[in-house]
Structures are given as structure tokens and as C-alpha cells.
């Protein structure tokens, strides 16, 4: 039995527990057998206990139960029946979005339509803006780490930001501190001039006094934790890092402390590898799975320092892997045998995101997440892509913690990662 879900063996048990119910009912009908079935659980999990108390949930072995299956038609599974007061309303035939099932017992309910406090309209119809103030760069003096400077000065001065420059050198290591602070004096010259483009080397100093450019050098033996003890105590709205430096005994910024960066830092971080300068990236490319977290994406893409209407591309990918029991029998996509589904995926990102116009593009795709995402995005000359690190349960699809991950990994583009990654978890490519 699943926590909150009560199961039901014998139509006796339903006549009572069911067609009894003076509340409304979720009946989810599922097999052992159905891989689908098993990611469906979670979501159903989650749902019971977000509605404790005002709707119950249910849950039945098709094969066990083969004269109800047989009574309510059930020939897909999983598949959800919605009860009010002992009568079926609904039915959802197939995996169902958590937000479309939210939807309906919402309606079930007497919802009046406006949005749960846990999920907010995108910014497009907001009107917020996410605007950046302070940007904190880790330094390890490589071509990466040099080029993420010059990237992150850029961005500063098209909104205004003050950029800090921040080297994390080894406890004791007085030599090698001394050595890192000539390279930081030099480097931050070097961003000032970028800052600056008017400005003297004999105007370094009164320009810098300004607060715009800063450099640091902390003694730590942990770097990552440094730099996540800085930004948040620095007050600090976005860390940009290159994702390739020097490792070994030099400790420096390599792709595994990018990535720890990226899981715990809680604040959105811009990871890029070596070659890539355009700070301005034209298109943009933002990865939806419905989830609330999705909306953090959607928010950062109209920040004003991306330029003047740059081409947004939204993407939501089926995962295969929710549909395996399709591939077992059919040669042919799920999206193909199955338009309805895509069209109403379609309606959904169109619903989702509230923008249209010519500069969007919403698409669908099937495939693995991480690789369709990437593929996606060097197919269509995307120049940045903005991903929550945080997604949904397995079932519901799509982005989770380690595509993105996956993604700072292997993206031809600059990678802003936006939200938490979820506790105890790290999610799947």
C-alpha cells in the first residue's frame, strides 16, 4: 500500500469506499508488470498528500481485479478515474500530468481557477523581471576560467553590475598566495579595461574604487565551499564559472566543482566552457517540465541583460523511458501514434509559458532528456540555455537534477542554472 493511498481488492471494498464517499475520489487503476504504472506512483503519493483530508485516493490492481477493470472500460494503464459523491466524472486514460490531474480535482473542488500559492504565473505575465545586481566569477587563471571573466564583465556592464573576482588558494601556501596575488592584480586590471573600454592603466585605481570591479583571495581547503560561503554571504545574484580548469595539486576551478557549485550554491549559476564570449546570445533555449520550477526558467529568460528580443525557444521533451511499455510492441514514435497526446502537450506549453509572438518557438520533442536538450540546442545555434536544477517526480517526465548536470556537461552554449537541487536526491540523466 501506497502512504495516503488506500488499496482496493474486492468490489465490496469499492461500493464502500468509493461509491460510499461523500468526497471526491481518485481511483488509479495499475499493473506490477506496467513500468509506467511505477513511475505513475510517486505522483499519485504526492497528490494524496497535498489533498489529506479533502480528496480521496485510491488504487487497484487491474489484474487482481479484473471485474471492475472490465466495468469501467479501463484498456490503457495506468488509468485514473475522478468520483464525486459515488459517480465517475472523469477519466484520464494513460500517464497523466500532475498538473492536469491537479487541475481536475481543483475542479472537482469548486476551485475558483486562481493559481496554487506553490505555483506562480510565468514573469511574461507577471511582469517581473529578474535583474542582476552583483556577480561573483572563481578564478583558477586558465583559458576557461580567463574567458568566464571577460564574459561575466561584459554582462556586468550591459546591466550595470559589479563583478567580484574571487581565487581560493590552499592553507599555508604563502609562496603560491603571493604568486595568485599578481596574476589577480593583473586580471582585474584586465576586467576593469573591459568594464571600462575609455579607461588608462594609470586610471585602474580610481575606477575600481567605483565598486564595480573587486578581486578576492581566500586560504581554504575546501574550494567549493569557499566560493558557496561567499556568495551567499556577499549577497551575491549570479556566480559565473568556467565548467574545464586545472585539477590536481593545484586544486582549481575543474568541471566537479562547477557541478557542486551548480547543486548547492541555491543561486543561479552561469557555467560555460573555453570559447564562448557572446554575452548577447540571441537565441535561448529553456527546457519545461510544468513544474513550478520550470516558471524560475521561464522568468530568467526575460531578464533585460540577454539584449533586446532575443529568439525564445521552449522545449519539453517526452521521455521514452515514461512510454517503454508503447516500444515493446510498436516501431513507431509514441507522439506519432498518439496526436492527441501531442496536441495536448502543445496546448499545455502554450498555457504554460504565456508567451507567443514571432520570436517565440515552443516544441515538443521525444527522446532522452539530456541528449534531445543538447542535440536541440547546437542543431537551432542556441547561445544560452536556462534550466531549473529541480524538476519533477520520475513520472512526470522531464528535467530533472542531473539533465541539468548533464547538460553543464555537454552544452555547446553557456548554461544558466536556476533554483535548489533537491535534498537526499540526485535525480537521473
Keep these: 500500500m501506497k502512504p495516503g493511498v488506500i488499496d482496493i481488492s474486492n468490489d465490496s471494498e469499492f461500493r464502500q469506499l468509493v461509491l460510499e464517499n461523500d468526497k471526491p475520489a481518485i481511483v488509479e487503476f495499475s499493473t506490477e508488470w506496467c513500468g509506467a504504472s511505477h513511475l505513475h506512483a510517486p505522483m499519485i503519493r504526492e497528490m494524496a498528500e497535498s489533498f489529506a483530508g479533502r480528496v480521496s485516493f485510491f488504487h487497484i490492481d487491474a489484474d487482481r481485479n479484473k471485474h471492475l477493470t ?17 459517480r465517475p466524472l472523469d477519466q484520464a486514460a494513460g500517464p497523466i500530468l500532475q498538473t492536469e490531474l491537479s487541475d481536475k480535482i481543483h475542479a472537482l473542488l469548486g476551485w475558483d481557477g486562481e493559481p496554487e500559492p506553490a505555483v506562480r504565473a510565468p514573469a511574461a505575465l507577471t511582469g517581473r523581471e529578474q535583474r542582476i545586481a552583483r556577480i561573483l566569477v572563481p578564478v583558477d587563471f586558465s583559458m576557461c576560467s580567463q574567458q568566464a571573466v571577460e564574459y561575466a564583465v561584459q554582462l556586468a556592464a550591459a546591466c550595470g553590475a559589479s563583478v567580484t573576482l574571487l581565487h581560493v588558494v590552499s592553507p599555508g601556501d604563502g609562496i603560491l598566495a603571493r604568486e595568485r596575488e599578481e596574476k589577480m592584480h593583473l586580471l582585474s586590471a584586465v576586467a576593469a579595461a573591459l568594464y571600462f573600454p575609455e579607461s588608462l592603466p594609470s586610471r585602474y585605481a580610481r575606477q575600481t574604487s567605483g565598486g564595480k570591479i573587486e578581486s578576492r583571495i581566500i586560504e581554504s581547503a575546501r574550494i567549493s565551499e569557499a566560493i558557496l560561503t561567499l556568495s551567499r554571504a556577499g549577497g551575491y545574484d549570479l556566480i559565473i564559472s568556467g565548467t574545464h580548469g586545472r585539477s590536481g595539486v593545484n586544486r582549481l576551478i575543474n568541471g566537479s566543482i562547477a557541478r557542486h557549485i551548480v547543486r548547492h550554491s541555491g543561486k543561479p549559476v552561469l557555467t560555460m566552457q573555453a570559447g564562448w564570449n557572446d554575452t548577447r546570445p540571441g537565441k535561448i533555449l529553456v527546457p519545461v517540465d510544468f513544474s513550478r520550477y520550470s516558471l524560475d526558467a521561464i522568468e530568467w529568460s526575460t531578464a ?63 527522446g532522452h532528456p539530456g541528449p534531445m536538450i543538447r542535440d536541440y540546442a547546437e542543431k537551432h545555434d542556441i547561445g544560452l540555455i536556462i534550466m531549473s536544477v529541480r524538476g519533477l517526480n520520475r513520472f512526470e517526465h522531464f528535467i530533472l537534477g542531473s539533465t541539468t548536470e548533464y547538460i553543464v556537461q555537454t552544452a555547446p552554449c553557456p548554461v544558466l542554472s536556476v533554483g535548489r537541487f533537491p535534498a537526499g536526491g540526485q535525480g537521473r540523466k
Design 304 to 366: 533585460p541583460c540577454w539584449g533586446e528580443s532575443p529568439e525564445i525557444h521552449f522545449l519539453h521533451v517526452v521521455d521514452t523511458e515514461i512510454h517503454q511499455d508503447h516500444y515493446l510492441f510498436n516501431r513507431e514514435s509514441f507522439l506519432s501514434v498518439h496526436p492527441d497526446y501531442t496536441d495536448r502537450m502543445y496546448k499545455k506549453l502554450y498555457d504554460f509559458c504565456g508567451r507567443r509572438g514571432d520570436t517565440i518557438t515552443h516544441s515538443i520533442k521525444e
Design 70 to 86: 472490465s466495468q469501467f472500460g479501463i484498456h490503457q494503464i495506468p488509468t485514473v478515474l475522478l468520483f464525486n459523491e459515488g
